[in-house]
């Protein structure tokens, strides 16, 4: 690709972006929803004016990171101390459940497999892809519809997280069985000490930044030095300890959450992350899926994939938020907050593919899910956060008390 067409391609993407986005608020739709069609409508599948490409990808990856440090500058720590074993729990069901019924999924298809042959591993890898949530996604819709901070915005972000992380070491685990170089032991030990590392460094960060902010009240050093933070501890998350970026991203949000200028940093970031960023990030997950490659001969298990893949969580995470004293719409709430599939369960999947114990036929089935469920749950928590629904849910507890 000649690097002056990149430019008409981010031109088209914040343009289509920004149209769809726009569109989606006036029909009562979330922005995010609008601009993941958009990538769709512009990308290989429909029109192809934009063709994906390694520095999409790597905007797109800025995009989610940006979005996710907002999320954690957002973040009641009260709130976070609060909801942290509830979502720890919800995380663990949320593995668990779908995990259980992405390989009962594949059984009802091709029958079942006795432990420990390669059909039994291919069953249990379909399970383990819809483990993945893709955080991103529910993280913007929440804050569009203001509710990010409150409590069960709170738990699903966090569950997420955990989900993500519980999810990659069952990955470790699993392919142990079938690759020996794989250590267990060392995924879970450095995944332990991550977050010792964030305990003890955020401490010292925060007290650092408490002086300079104390300082330089409202000066651009503040947000710049935070975003900083941001890529400093998603690469070091990535690089040293195996764990995601965009938890890394997450936790320095968080760490920086209790400052003053807290506000006046998630401001700063969000002109850049809602004018390119942002953007470039949900439009790409419908241009990086080609729905012109569709295997149609895979197309019944793929739909009985999506199925499955959202009901799972929602049953998962959504049982036992409500087990935890979640009332009945905040808990199916959170349950369908951790639907939304990405970048997480195609990692999943193409291991799964380079491995052989997957063919790459099943790639339509995760396309269609990611997807989908993109599409879904931003619209999803919009009808659920409705007013009316608030009302009366307001109504009801009166009546109750």
């Not at 497999?113 to 996604?137: E, M, N, Q």
């Not at 933070?229 to 209790?258: N, P």
């Not at 199916?332 to 790459?360: H, N, P, Y």
Request: charged content about 15%; hydrophobic content about 50%; some cysteine.
């Amino acid at each position: 690709m000649e690097k002056f067409l990149i430019f008409k391609s981010l031109a088209i993407i914040i343009i289509a972006s920004k149209l769809f986005g726009l569109g989606a608020r006036k029909i009562k739709v979330p922005q995010v929803a609008g601009e993941i069609f958009a990538g769709i409508l512009i990308g290989p599948s429909l029109l192809g004016l934009v063709q994906y490409s390694d520095f999409l990808g790597q905007m797109a990856e800025i995009g989610v990171i940006i979005i996710m440090f907002t999320a954690g500058l957002e973040t009641r720590l009260s709130e976070l101390r609060k909801t942290g074993i509830k979502a720890l729990l919800i995380a663990c069901s949320g593995v668990f459940v779908p995990l259980v019924l992405g390989t009962l999924l594949y059984f009802a298809f091709y029958g079942a497999a006795p432990f420990g042959s390669d059909d039994f591993y291919k069953a249990v890898f379909i399970g383990l892809i819809l483990t993945a949530t893709s955080v991103g996604i529910t993280v913007e819709a929440l804050k569009e519809l203001g509710k990010i901070s409150e409590t069960v915005g709170t738990t699903i972000v966090s569950a997420a997280i955990i989900d993500d992380v519980i999810g990659i070491v069952v990955l470790t685990i699993v392919i142990g069985f079938k690759d020996p170089t794989q250590d267990v032991g060392h995924t879970l030990l450095m995944t332990g000490l991550f977050f010792v590392f964030c305990i003890v460094f955020g401490i010292i960060i925060y007290k650092l930044f408490k002086i300079y902010d104390r300082k330089h009240r409202h000066t651009r050093r503040i947000p710049i030095i935070g975003l900083a933070l941001c890529f400093a501890l998603s690469f070091v998350a990535e690089k040293y300890f195996g764990v995601a970026d965009i938890t890394g991203a997450y936790i320095a949000g968080v760490i920086l959450s209790s400052l003053k200028d807290s506000a006046y940093i998630t401001r700063k970031m969000d002109i850049s992350s809602y004018m390119i960023f942002g953007p470039v990030f949900f439009a790409s997950i419908g241009i990086q899926n080609d729905l012109s490659n569709f295997n149609t001969s895979i197309i019944l298990f793929s739909l009985a994939f999506v199925v499955v893949g959202m009901a799972s969580k929602v049953i998962g995470c959504g049982t036992v938020a409500r087990l935890e004293g979640f009332k009945g719409m905040d808990a199916l709430k959170i349950g369908c907050g951790m639907m939304t599939r990405g970048e997480v369960a195609l990692i999943v999947a193409q291991r799964g593919f380079s491995l052989g114990i997957l063919d790459s036929s099943y790639s339509t089935a995760v396309i269609l899910l990611i997807i989908v469920s993109s599409v879904v749950t931003p619209i999803l928590l919009k009808v659920l956060y409705n007013d009316k629904n608030q009302s009366n849910k307001e109504v009801t507890e009166n009546v109750q008390s």
